[in-house]
């Protein structure tokens, strides 16, 4: 039985971990971390998640949830992530790293981390988006420079980073597969007298509105045809059930920095 403790636990994110840890044969909720800001705090995090009482109160003793648990997933905010990894490491515990929006400092202490422990990290843990991402590579190389590609994703109007991590990956595939940068071609939405398109640009757009879980499309267009790679999300239980499927398949692996790919078998 694995042993989890999830860091974020009050959340949106949070609270479908809680739920769908129910589902998941093989793995126990041992702990539930939020801030100590969080008003939820110190309430049971099974009433929160809307199962009923499961006896794990949201608490901010990170430090003791690390001790407690075999692997910790974390779903909470980028500025946290180093705190995280740094207990993990500290503790030899493997982590899952759901949460977005990491700066380079961030990611290179996520890297660090990676040298003693084995992690996890996934913009997006559907398997669906998972498997959007090796058919992205796949279309960008058959189609080529000769077909433009604008990435657009829409998420609801809470989400703090734009554009959302899912859509750098699926840049980061396109680019790839046509053995390109993404930092050299990447468009950020598009403003002004921007002049003609520059052949092999990759333009990505953000929109945020209301409740949308998560929306991304791939669009790749020549002249005289399109193709459109879309995933839609319809609840958060798909992402949280693949950072679950990842916390199982973490358990046990050597030092290393892991991403769904992995998980799935699709790399
Ligand atoms: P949310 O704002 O609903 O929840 C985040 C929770 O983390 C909050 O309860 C907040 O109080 C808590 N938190 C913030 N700082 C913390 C800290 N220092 N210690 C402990 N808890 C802390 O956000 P959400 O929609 O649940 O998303 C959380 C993160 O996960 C975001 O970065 C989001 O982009 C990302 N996300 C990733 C995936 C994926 O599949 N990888 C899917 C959805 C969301």
């Known amino acids: 039985m694995i042993k989890v403790a999830i860091v974020g636990a ?15 044969t093989g793995m126990q909720v041992v702990a539930a971390v939020d801030t100590a800001a969080c008003p939820l705090c110190g ?12 006896g794990i109160k949201i608490t901010h003793d990170l430090a003791a949830a690390v001790k407690d648990a075999d692997i910790l997933i974390d779903f909470s905010f980028h500025e946290n992530v180093p705190v995280t990894v740094a207990l993990a490491t ?13 700066n380079p400092e961030e990611r290179a202490a996520v890297d660090e981390a ?16 998972n498997l959007l991402f090796a058919l992205v590579e796949q ?27 899912t859509a750098l990956r699926l840049g980061e595939k396109v680019a790839q597969g046509r053995n390109q940068n993404l930092r050299d071609v990447a468009v950020f ?8 398109r520059p052949r ?12 949308i879980v998560g929306e991304h499309t791939v669009l790749f267009a020549t002249e005289g045809e399109r193709v459109e790679l879309t995933h839609r999300a319809t609840s958060r239980d798909a992402l949280a059930k693949g950072a679950l499927q990842a916390s199982l398949w973490l358990a046990g692996k050597k030092p290393g920095l892991y991403d769904m790919q992995n998980v799935l078998g699709l790399s």
């Open 10 to 24: 009050a959340g949106r994110m949070g609270q479908a971990l809680v739920r769908c840890s129910k589902v998941v």
């Open 43 to 54: 309430k049971d995090s099974g009433l929160i998640a809307g199962i009923g009482e499961n």
């Open 90 to 102: 500290r503790h030899k515990k493997g982590v899952v790293i759901g949460t977005t929006g990491l």
């Open 114 to 129: 990676a040298r003693v422990i084995p992690i996890v990290w996934a913009p997006n843990m559907s398997v669906g988006v």
């Open 139 to 165: 279309a960008a190389r058959a189609l080529g420079l000769d077909y433009d590609v604008e990435i657009t994703e829409a998420h609801h109007k809470f989400k703090r980073d734009a554009p959302s991590g």
């Open 189 to 196: 939405g598009r403003e002004g007298l921007g002049g003609e």
């Open 200 to 211: 092999g640009e990759i333009g990505i757009h953000a929109i945020r509105a209301a409740d």
